[in-house]
């Protein structure tokens, strides 16, 4: 008899420049994915960004808004664009992707960076040090400096201009953060590095006391703690000793974007964004490249692999994840390359190219 399918809606958010190009390759690996591993997809595709700008006049149209909240998952392209640039604030299309993030509530940020085997040579560091890195950022995306309050410029006692913010991190703030992150561990390695400036900062020693609590959930998953200033050295000259790191929301934009460069190739990179209940949002790390938008020549394996992340820690589909981990690997292996990750020897491909060869990857695979 036929077990019965498990079922999602996905929101496809697939936005501007070379989203919808990306986009249209993830949906098709999702759909032959989900054939295979007994799942089906509804997809709900809806305007966002610069796209829904020109059609509604808002980044966010309050359907695609409603729509994304009533999924089990949204996946997006990218925003933005030459042409929108110069709009007001309200009018720009990365202020939709701030609503959106804002409405679907999402405080935790996954962002992995990988050396792959087959890309090696892409990494900015040496072959030693970067082979087999592979780690993840969670970043907290809500709260901590960017965010906190007493902020503004004004007046020293001696008469002169000031600016300032506050870090604030409330019990519940790093309570939930800290569970997302040893969750993420225990999907993975088992190691988690909590990164703080609790040598200086009230707030870093609140943080670590409040990791080190929920770390007692845990048992299984081994926690250590770094400071900042460290981590970022250790980033470079040691990547292979992390698995999961967690830290702030200030320290965790620096960090996320310094561990990407490791990797050397933008358009290999995912993210999640996940809340505490609701629908994850996971997208490409990378822009909306107006240079190659429109001309077949995106990457897409950024966002094939934002859709495995989206199966393994929004819908918790481990293994039709890892069906897209291995045919993105099996086509990398089998030597195709988009143009930002193509040296001599390989064979340059565009992005439905792309896309068609992980198709055939992911049905090869036994
Ligand atoms: P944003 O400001 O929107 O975050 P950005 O303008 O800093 O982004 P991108 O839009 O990501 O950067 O583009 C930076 C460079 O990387 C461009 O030259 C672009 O063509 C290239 N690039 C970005 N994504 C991809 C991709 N998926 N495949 C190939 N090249 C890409
Ligand atoms: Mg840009």
Redesign the pocket.
């Known amino acids: 008899a036929n077990t019965p399918k498990r079922r999602y809606t996905i929101t496809l958010l697939p936005g501007d420049?070379?989203g919808p190009e990306?986009i249209s390759v993830a949906k098709n690996v999702l759909n032959l994915t989900g054939s295979l591993e007994g799942i089906e997809f509804g997809f709900k595709e809806m305007p966002m960004g610069g796209a829904a700008l020109d059609l509604t006049g808002v980044p966010l149209p309050e359907e695609t808004l409603s729509t994304a909240k009533q999924s089990d998952a949204v996946l997006l392209g990218?925003?933005?664009g030459y042409k929108w640039d110069k709009n007001e604030k309200h009018l720009k299309p990365?202020t939709g992707l701030l609503q959106l993030r804002e409405g679907l509530k999402v405080f935790a940020n996954l962002r992995p960076a990988s050396v792959l085997p087959q890309l090696v040579d892409a990494s900015t560091l040496k072959k030693e040090v970067a082979e087999g890195v592979d780690l993840m950022v969670v970043r907290e995306l809500t709260g901590g400096i960017y965010f906190g309050k007493p902020r503004g410029f004004g007046m020293n006692e001696n008469g002169e201009e000031i600016g300032f913010n506050t870090e604030i991190y409330a019990t519940y703030e790093i309570d939930r953060i800290a569970r997302v992150a040893f969750e993420t561990a225990r999907k993975r390695r088992g190691k988690l590095c909590s990164v703080d400036k609790a040598n200086v900062l009230e707030a870093s020693m609140f943080w670590r006391k409040r990791v080190m609590a929920i770390a007692l959930e845990y048992p299984d998953v081994e926690l250590t703690h770094m400071y900042v200033d460290n981590a970022a050295m250790q980033l470079v000259r040691n990547p292979k000793q992390f698995d999961t790191i967690v830290t702030n929301n200030i320290f965790g934009d620096i960090l996320s974007d310094e561990a990407s460069m490791i990797t050397g190739s933008?358009?290999m990179l995912p993210s999640a964004s996940l809340g505490e209940a609701g629908p994850g949002l996971f997208e490409?790390?990378?822009?909306?490249?107006?240079?190659?938008a429109g001309q077949d020549?995106?990457?897409?394996?950024?966002?094939i692999l934002s859709a495995a992340m989206l199966l393994k820690y929004g819908l918790g589909e481990e293994e039709a994840a890892l069906r897209i981990e291995t045919a993105v690997l099996d086509t990398l292996s089998r030597g195709f390359r988009?143009?930002?990750i193509y040296s001599g020897e390989n064979k340059l491909v565009g992005?439905k190219e792309m896309g068609d060869e992980v198709l055939k990857s992911i049905e090869t695979e036994v």
């Not at 490409?284 to 190659?292: E, F, L, V, W």
């Open positions: 420049g070379i990306v990218a925003i933005g990365e933008i358009g490409p790390i990378h822009g909306s490249a107006p240079d190659i020549k995106a990457n897409p394996l950024a966002t988009t143009g930002d992005c």
